[in-house]
């Protein structure tokens, strides 16, 4: 006798570890960008060009987890969002910290736009409250970054911030997912 796997056991299952990876990854990141965000220095700047490539190969495995949700459209999206920023990151560290903060407050925007579409879709899946709200958070946040480069108190800190918010959104997600997985198992 074989057992076979409910599609949507297995997503939930694969997206409950990809976001415990996810959350130990920003917050391990938040803590080296806050360590050495006082200056654009080359730790900093590897740092915010590595986020957005993280940010990729977590889309791509996302991509390959979830093939039955069907989010794929707006998981592309975010890997062409993501890359597009890891480009234009690796360009704003050379011109200073409010340009960072352009470029990072306008990826906040769109792949916030690109979390909350996908999450939506997704919410039957179980867990994804808290990956709507997160995508709704990266909006708005995105627009308080641009606003914080135009002014005297233009900091990567609160990017250390955000990073660690959006880590514990993906706790969260992961927790929830794991009562559904083990719900699944019964």
């Known amino acids: 006798m074989t057992t076979t796997v409910e599609p949507s056991t297995a997503t939930a299952s694969a997206l ?3 976001y415990l990876v996810r959350f130990g990854f920003a917050v391990v990141w938040a803590v080296l960008l806050f360590l050495t965000a006082a200056t654009v220095g080359p730790v900093s700047a590897t740092l ?7 940010d990729v190969a977590a889309a791509v495995v996302d991509l390959r987890a979830s ?15 993501s890359l597009l920023a890891a480009v234009g990151l ?6 200073g910290i409010p340009a960072v ?3 990072w407050g ?9 979390q909350l579409v996908v999450a939506v879709r997704r919410r039957g899946l179980g867990g994804q409250w808290a ?21 005297p108190d233009a900091a990567l800190t609160p990017l250390a911030g955000y990073a660690t918010l959006g880590g514990i959104f993906f706790l969260v997600s992961a927790l929830r997912l794991h009562r559904v ?4 198992a019964r």
């Open 131 to 151: 990956m709507i709200l997160s995508g709704g958070i990266s909006v708005l946040a995105g627009g308080g970054f641009v606003m914080m480069a135009g002014g």
């Open 181 to 184: 997985v083990q719900g699944a």
């Open 16 to 18: 409950r570890n990809l």
């Open 48 to 54: 915010l060009v590595l986020y957005p490539l993280f």
């Open 101 to 103: 903060l352009r470029v």
């Open 106 to 114: 306008a990826w906040a925007i769109t792949a916030g736009l690109v």
């Open 90 to 95: 690796g360009v704003a560290v050379t011109s």
């Open 67 to 81: 093939k039955a949700a069907r989010p794929a459209v707006g998981l592309r999206v975010n890997v062409v969002l």
